[in-house]
């Protein structure tokens, strides 16, 4: 079925700049929407952004509105977060998920909507 792999994790500075990559593979990315979510040590598992399965409506977390920008490329069945503006609380390991959309509706940042998900990339925010 569905795979997700994701890049583009390491250690950044604060106020630094990372852009993180999801690649899916073993179905069309067109009917899916994708979100990014991340979870810190000791801490629950919370959404961070979504896209809806043709881009034209997004979603984030209020801690992450102005400084993250997701996008994707469904010829390249990629979902991109850029990070900007990076601050120490980032600091976590970096999920995608996607979740099949019957239509092109808005999507949600709750992480049990999502039913394929993959195995993470470690964001580190440290001075």
């Known amino acids: 079925q569905l795979q997700l792999v994701e890049s583009g994790g390491g250690l950044v500075q604060p106020g630094g700049s990372l852009r993180l990559s999801c690649v899916v593979s073993?179905?069309?990315?067109?009917?899916?929407?994708i979100g990014w979510f991340r979870q810190a040590p000791g801490k629950e598992r919370e959404g961070v952004s979504c896209?809806?399965?043709?881009?034209?409506?997004?979603n984030y977390a209020d801690s992450v509105k102005g400084r993250f920008t997701i996008s994707r490329d469904n010829a390249e069945n990629t979902v991109y977060l850029q990070m900007n503006s990076l601050k120490p609380e980032d600091t976590a390991v970096y999920y995608c998920?996607?979740?099949?959309?019957?239509?092109?509706?808005?999507?949600?940042?709750?992480?049990?909507?999502?039913?394929?998900w993959g195995q993470g990339t470690q964001v580190t925010v440290s001075s």
């Open positions: 896209i809806s399965r043709s881009g034209f409506s997004t």
């Open positions: 073993g179905f069309t990315l067109d009917y899916y929407a």
């Open positions: 998920a996607a979740v099949k959309s019957f239509d092109d509706s808005p999507c949600f940042l709750e992480p049990p909507d999502y039913n394929y």
